[in-house]
C-alpha cells in the first residue's frame, strides 16, 4: 500500500472522548497522525460567510447547520479563522470566544475541527506577528481532541517566494503549538505544479499532509489528483475542496439543461465520480465545498473573484433556508461508506430543461439544427422511460446526442471501453447509433468507435454495442447516444458502460 493511503488517523481514531466545552486533551502520539478517515465539510454560515461568520455571529443557525453536518454522517466541519478581523497580531477576547463557542458546539455533534489559520491574509514578511498571532489562538487547544488538525493557509501560492518563506517559518511552530497534524493547501488551478513547488519551498519544513483543490470537469478528475498525489508522495494528500456550483450561469460542463433541477442533480453526480475517483486513486473521502448556499447579501467584500461572482453563491448541499439539494443525499450515503456508480442509464430519473419539458436527469445535451430532446414515459424497454431525439438533423453540423462521461471515466493507452444500450427507430430514421469518444487532458478529442446502426422501421428494440481500445493520448472516455440525419423519433434505454484497466475490471451498469 503506497504511504499517501495514510490520510490519517485523528479523525478515524475515536470521534471525541469527551463532548465538554473547553475540555483539553494531553497530547500522545496517536494525536499526531494524519487524518485517514477524515470525512469534513467547509462551512460558513448561509447568512453569514467568511469575515460575516464572525462578524454576524449566530450561535443558534450555526448550532442548526452542524447538526446538518452530523446528519450527512461527517466527523469533522472546517472552521476558516480571518487573522485580521480575529484581531492582529493579538487576537481579540470576544472573537477567541466566538471560537471557543463553535468548537464546542461543534464537540456536541460528535464533530471535531479542521481549523484553517490566516485566511484572506497576506503580509507574509511579519513573521513575528504571525506566530504571536498563531501561537495566542492555538495555545487554548494545545493537543486538545476536539482540534482534527490545523491548515496553516487556504491555497497558498507557492510562486510568491514570500508566501513560500513565511509558510516554512510557521509550519513547525503551528505543529509545536498545536500538538495537532499542520496541512496546507494550493489553489485548483495547477496542484500538481503548485504542490510540487511548495513542496521543494519547504524544505525540511514539510507540513504532516498537503490538501488540493478540485472544482473542474469531472472527467480530469483522476489526471489532475494522480499527479498531484504523486508530486508530494510519501507524504499523504487530501482532496480539502470540491464542487459544483448550480448556479445557472455556471457552464462548466456544457450541456447540461440550465435549470435548477437539471444543475442540482449533476451536483449530486459530480461528487458521486470524484468519490469514486478519489477512492480508486487512494485519497480520502472527499470534502465538499460548502454546506449551504449563500444570501445574496451573506459574501463580503475582500475578494473580487467571490463577491457577486454567481458561481460562489450555489456551491452549498443545502439551500439558503436549509432545504437539501440531491447532492446532500449523494454525500451522506458517501459518507456513510456506500457508493452509488449509476449514471441513469435507464432513464427513470428526470429533470425539466430551460423550457419546462422533461429530460432525462444526469444526461448533458448535444443540440442539432431543428431536434429536440424528452424522456418518453410511453416508451420503454425496461421499468418506466426511455430518452427519445426527434425532428429533422440536416446540414453540415454536430449530430443530435444525450452525452454521458461514466462516473469514473479516466482511461489509459489499452484500456478497453464498451458501451451497450437498446436502440429503436421510425422508418425515416437517419442513422441511430453508439458512440465512445476519447478525450486527451486537454480536452482534445483522440480517437472513437461506433455502433452499427438501427435499421430504419426496425419492429421493436435493438441491442447496440461499441467497444475500442484507448488510444494514445487517452485521458478520459465519453458515451453518446446519437442521431444524425433523423426524420422522425429515435428512442434509447438500458445504456451500460464497463472498462477494463489493465487486469482490473470495473464494471458501472445502469437501467
Known amino acids: 500500500m503506497r504511504l499517501h493511503l495514510r490520510i490519517a488517523a485523528v479523525l478515524a481514531a475515536v470521534l471525541v472522548a469527551s463532548l465538554h466545552g473547553g475540555a483539553v486533551h494531553a497530547s500522545s502520539a496517536d494525536d499526531m497522525r ?49 487573522a485580521r478581523v480575529f484581531g492582529y497580531p493579538e487576537p481579540e477576547a470576544a472573537m477567541s470566544a466566538r471560537l471557543e463557542n463553535v468548537v464546542d458546539l461543534a464537540a456536541r455533534h460528535g464533530l471535531r475541527v479542521e481549523l484553517t489559520l490566516f485566511d484572506w491574509w497576506h503580509d507574509y514578511a511579519d513573521i513575528a506577528g504571525s506566530r504571536h498571532w498563531a501561537g495566542a489562538l492555538l495555545s487554548p487547544y494545545t493537543g486538545d481532541a476536539r482540534i482534527a488538525f490545523v491548515e496553516l493557509k487556504n491555497e497558498l501560492r507557492p510562486q510568491d517566494v514570500d508566501a ?7 509550519i513547525p511552530y503551528v505543529r509545536e503549538v498545536a500538538r495537532r497534524p499542520v496541512a496546507i493547501s494550493v489553489p485548483a488551478l495547477d496542484p500538481a505544479r503548485d504542490l510540487s513547488l511548495l513542496r521543494t519551498a519547504l524544505g525540511s519544513a514539510q507540513p504532516d499532509f498537503y490538501s488540493a483543490h478540485f472544482y473542474w470537469r469531472p472527467e480530469l478528475a483522476a489526471h489532475y489528483l494522480e499527479a498531484a498525489r504523486d508530486a508530494v508522495a510519501p507524504l499523504p494528500l487530501w482532496l480539502g475542496e470540491t464542487g459544483y456550483s448550480t448556479a445557472i450561469p455556471y457552464d462548466v460542463l ?17 461528487l458521486r465520480s470524484l468519490a469514486l475517483v478519489a477512492r480508486r486513486v487512494g485519497l480520502p473521502p472527499i470534502a465538499p465545498w460548502i454546506l449551504s448556499d449563500f444570501a445574496p447579501e451573506a459574501i463580503p467584500a475582500g475578494d473580487p473573484a467571490v463577491q457577486g461572482n454567481a ?22 450515503t458517501i459518507f456513510s461508506g456506500g457508493q452509488a456508480d449509476g449514471f441513469n442509464g435507464g432513464f427513470e430519473d428526470a429533470v425539466r430543461d430551460e423550457d419546462g419539458r422533461t429530460v432525462p436527469a444526469l444526461w448533458r445535451i448535444r443540440r442539432a439544427l431543428n431536434a429536440t430532446f424528452a424522456r418518453d414515459t410511453q416508451v420503454a424497454r425496461r421499468g418506466r422511460a426511455s430518452a427519445r431525439i426527434d425532428g429533422a438533423v440536416t446540414g453540415t453540423g454536430p449530430d443530435a446526442a444525450f452525452a454521458i462521461a461514466p462516473p469514473d471515466p479516466a482511461v489509459r493507452q489499452g484500456d478497453q471501453s464498451t458501451v451497450t444500450a437498446s436502440a429503436r427507430a421510425g422508418a425515416r430514421c437517419g442513422e441511430v447509433r453508439l458512440a465512445l469518444r476519447w478525450f486527451s487532458a486537454e480536452a482534445r478529442a483522440v480517437g472513437g468507435v461506433q455502433s452499427q446502426p438501427v435499421p430504419c422501421g426496425t419492429r421493436g428494440w435493438r441491442r447496440l454495442r461499441a467497444n475500442g481500445v484507448a488510444p494514445s493520448g487517452a485521458a478520459y472516455v465519453g458515451l453518446y447516444l446519437r442521431a444524425a440525419g433523423t426524420v422522425g423519433h429515435a428512442w434509447f434505454d438500458d445504456v451500460s458502460y464497463s472498462c477494463a484497466r489493465g487486469r482490473a475490471r470495473a464494471m458501472l451498469i445502469a437501467r
Open 164 to 170: 513560500a518563506a513565511w509558510a516554512a517559518a510557521l
Open 254 to 270: 456544457r450541456g447540461v439543461p440550465a435549470s435548477r433541477s437539471a444543475r442540482e442533480a449533476e451536483q449530486g453526480y459530480y
Open 34 to 82: 494524519v487524518p485517514e478517515d477524515v470525512r469534513s465539510i467547509s462551512y460558513f454560515p448561509a447568512l453569514g460567510g467568511w469575515t460575516l461568520m464572525w462578524t454576524r455571529f449566530d450561535a443558534q443557525a450555526i448550532n442548526r447547520d452542524l447538526a446538518r453536518i452530523a446528519w450527512l454522517r461527517a466527523n469533522t466541519v472546517r472552521v476558516i479563522v480571518p
Open 311 to 332: 458561481r460562489e453563491y450555489r456551491f452549498g448541499l443545502f439551500r439558503i433556508f436549509g432545504a437539501a439539494k440531491p447532492a446532500a443525499a449523494e454525500l451522506r
